[in-house]
């Protein structure tokens, strides 16, 4: 026995120095040794549930707490929801943690963390928040990084207003989540100041240690500058942000939630562009514990986009299975609907579309306004304008919005159903005399519809808006006059009456100098003034006459070529040739048809005749031909052919051939 006490003895003294040594596969070695002694070891139970956390040996931790249960108890009560946690097992956490006896410090800094997960912001909150009020020691900074993350939550994902903590922005985890939180309230221009700094606080604060290299110094950076390019793309600067997401991406940090956010935002950048660029970066965001990294809005994003890219890639069963998981996941959530529409109208099946809208439109009235906008389009796609009115009207959060009033009354005016249209705009207007009334809103709707219904000749319904508008406001020149020019097709004496609330025309006149305002630089028209002769205004002497003034001389017009000024111009020549008095019209025979195409083109046979001076008697004989009497007949040489012309060849050049004969069609002449 005192041989075996010494060797245990020994192990321990092994475990303790491989403990300060960080070797922890060694101290187990040592351990295991030391339980074949006394596996009822309470003490060498906890060291190996230890050493195989710090191994990161969860699945083994739990083993061996699980085994020895009823032997350890509750003394390894923070290793056990440790280990759940780790393993993302957090609901088993949050039970273990809850039933324990007594809340230690590090149990309240593991449900903090558990908290976090579970996105149960406001709780975490204040756990933190007990932790850094109650507690000194070297871990305040990081509990007050932990809270301002809390605080950035709540910010991005439950839009809520935020209270300021008053936490210091000392190191750039500080300063990061600050920025996340400036994000959340829309201030852009000031999160990407604060990123900014958070980058240069990172930079130095890596710096200062010599093991670090750059390219680890551009890997913890790379959280900053997808956070960056996320704001210049909330800002419309898509280039920049896209240029600094592919430098993120091509540093492959380890992180899969940066990596699968980031490869988010280019899919959302090039939506139905450069869709092969989006089939790469989608692996990214598939890749394996990401649904543990990210908050449930990012992965509900994620798969929505995904979603998108099947449509835009003409994948429709994949479309259609990704947002039905999206549906069955988020029943009250419109978007997985509208995706679903947006496919079966690219495959031009609106009318199970529009079924679909009201059906989800019918099971969800609470969130069916963005539905029915939707509905009221793709009635309108179809040309069912009333259709599309009647669902615009059902919409009780938007119907007396000034949008939706216009375009109602737009389309009733199209169909040319002004009562509808009159309607909508009375019931507008009762809507706000009843909330609230004389607003200007209120009044710009009476004074629209008014002007609605002159327009359109309704009179007497318009008197009654012009008389409110009036009462409101007495000096109102021109709705006075627009009531009075009502009353004259209505009541005459009232219209006399009226207009002796006219001001007189003495008030009404402006004193404006007409010629000041026609110099002004903003006059569209000026009128020219007549430039004055030098010695205009001089006395005349006696005897002078006035001077006349030049008269120019009228050019005489040109008359046409071959035209004789003496004789008689024919009296008809303006009327067309068909109409003249001496229009025969146009004489029809065969015999100009046959010889259409016969000899040269554009030559007949008698024409070619007519041209042979050798045929005329008052030419010179020519010389006689080879084979031919000199005295053949005129009648038997008429009907020869004579040959085609050539051009005369240049001396020592060979003769070309005739050029071919043009198709039919061409101009006359070779």
């Known amino acids: 026995m005192a041989s075996g006490g010494v060797a245990v003895a020994s192990l321990w003294t092994e475990v303790n120095r491989c403990g300060q040594n960080g070797d922890f596969t060694r101290a187990l070695k040592a351990l295991s040794k030391i339980l074949q002694e006394n596996k009822e070891d309470v003490t060498a139970l906890h060291c190996k549930i230890v050493c195989h956390v710090q191994n990161g040996s969860f699945k083994e931790a739990l083993n061996v707490m699980n085994t020895h249960s009823k032997i350890i108890g509750s003394a390894v009560l923070f290793e056990k929801a440790y280990c759940e946690y780790r393993l993302n097992r957090v609901e088993s956490a949050l039970k273990t943690i809850e039933n324990a006896a007594e809340q230690t410090d590090k149990l309240k800094e593991l449900y903090g963390q558990v908290l976090y997960r579970l996105e149960r912001y406001d709780e975490c909150k204040a756990v933190y928040t007990d932790l ?172 929505f986009n995904k979603a998108l890219l099947a449509m835009y890639t003409n994948q429709a069963d994949q479309c259609r299975k990704i947002s039905s998981n999206l549906q069955s996941q988020n029943p009250g959530h419109p978007r997985p609907v509208l995706i679903q529409v947006a496919q079966l109208c690219r495959e031009k099946q609106h009318g199970k579309a529009i079924e679909l809208l009201q059906q989800f439109s019918d099971q969800h009235p609470e969130s069916a306004s963005g539905i029915k906008l939707t509905m009221a389009q793709l009635y309108l796609v179809q040309g069912h304008v009333t259709k599309a009115c009647d669902v615009l009207r059902s ?32 019931q507008t207007i009762e809507h706000y005399q009843s909330t609230l009334p004389g607003s200007g809103a209120h009044l710009a709707l009476v004074r629209e519809a008014a002007n609605f219904k002159l327009k359109y000749g309704r009179k007497k319904e318009a008197i009654s808006d012009l008389e409110q508008l009036w009462k409101q406001n ?13 009353y004259s097709l209505v009541d005459t004496n009232k219209a006399k009456s009226l207009s002796k609330h006219l001001p007189s025309a003495d008030a009404m006149s402006l004193n404006v100098d007409v010629d000041e305002l026609e110099s002004s630089p903003g006059a569209t028209y000026v009128r020219k003034k007549a430039a004055k002769v030098a010695g205009e205004n001089l006395p005349k002497e006696q005897g002078q006459g006035e001077v ?6 009228k050019k005489k017009g040109k008359l046409p070529k071959n035209c004789d000024p003496k004789a008689n111009s024919d009296p008809e020549r303006w009327l067309p040739m068909r109409e003249r008095t001496y229009y025969r019209g146009k004489k029809k025979g065969k015999k100009g048809k046959e010889q259409v195409g016969k000899g040269t083109q554009g030559a007949t046979a008698a024409a070619c005749a007519e041209l042979d001076a050798s045929k005329t008697a008052s030419s010179p004989p020519t010389s006689p031909r080879p084979g031919s009497a000199s005295g053949s007949s005129s009648a038997a040489a008429s009907n020869v052919v004579p040959p085609r012309q050539q051009k005369p060849a240049a001396s020592g050049a060979t003769r070309k051939k005739a050029p071919q004969k043009k198709k039919k069609g061409g101009k006359g002449g070779w």
């Not at 007495?474 to 009502?486: E, G, M, N, R």
Request: aromatic share 6%.
């Open 132 to 303: 850094i009020r109650n507690s000194q020691d070297e871990y305040e900074e990081e509990r007050k990084t932990n809270l301002s993350a809390v605080v950035a939550a709540m910010s991005q994902w439950e839009k809520g207003s935020v209270e300021d903590l008053g936490l210091p922005e000392t190191t750039y985890e500080l300063c990061y989540n600050a920025a996340c939180s400036l994000i959340g309230q829309g201030l852009l221009p000031e999160a990407f100041h604060k990123l900014q700094e958070a980058e240069e606080l990172c930079r130095i604060s890596l710096a200062e240690d010599s093991d670090v290299t750059e390219e680890d110094i551009e890997s913890e950076l790379a959280v900053i500058h997808s956070q960056m390019a996320y704001v210049m793309q909330l800002q419309g600067r898509t280039d920049e942000a896209l240029q600094l997401y592919n430098q993120v991406i091509k540093l492959k940090p380890s992180d899969v939630g940066l990596l699968a956010v980031t490869a988010n935002n280019i899919i959302t950048i090039n939506k139905d562009q450069n869709v092969f660029d989006s089939k790469k970066k989608v692996k990214l965001t598939n890749a394996e514990g990401v649904e543990y990294k990210l908050a449930k809005k990012q992965l509900q994003a994620i798969e």
């Open 395 to 426: 919409i009780e959060e938007l119907k007396y919005k000034p949008g939706i009033v216009s375009a109602l009354v737009t389309l009733y005016s199209n169909e040319e159903d002004i009562d509808n249209a009159i309607d909508v705009f009375k």
């Open 548 to 553: 006349k003034k030049k008269k120019k001389k």
């Open 474 to 486: 007495p000096k109102d020149v021109h709705t006075l006059a627009q009531l009075i020019s009502a």
